[in-house]
């Protein structure tokens, strides 16, 4: 279901939500690729399903290429994110 469901947007990263059972086409926060990339670990630890490990491997590398300068993630709002944005950096 997660694949198909569109939350993973075209560049690899994890939007903040569906409308519709579609991409919201929303902010890509730190926070939540990395509780995409926990549970894809739990649940290829689990199972030992390759896919798992390679769609965890997908999202950090994206992550990394795309929401970070100088190895630090950063998010969209960086430097002027309210509080409310603050709390979820991951």
């Known amino acids: 279901w997660f694949n ?40 290829y630890q689990h199972s030992q399903d390759q896919g798992m490990l390679a769609r965890a491997c997908e999202v950090a590398d994206a992550a990394i290429e795309r929401l970070s300068y100088r190895g630090v993630l950063q998010e969209p709002c960086e430097p002027g994110c309210n509080t409310d944005q603050q709390q979820f950096k991951g």
Do not use: F, H, P, R
């Open 4 to 43: 198909q469901s569109g939350l993973i947007n075209s560049q690899g990263l994890v939007n903040d939500g569906l409308v519709g059972c579609q991409n919201n086409g929303q902010e890509t926060w730190t926070y939540n690729q990395g509780v995409l990339l926990g549970g894809l670990a739990l649940l």
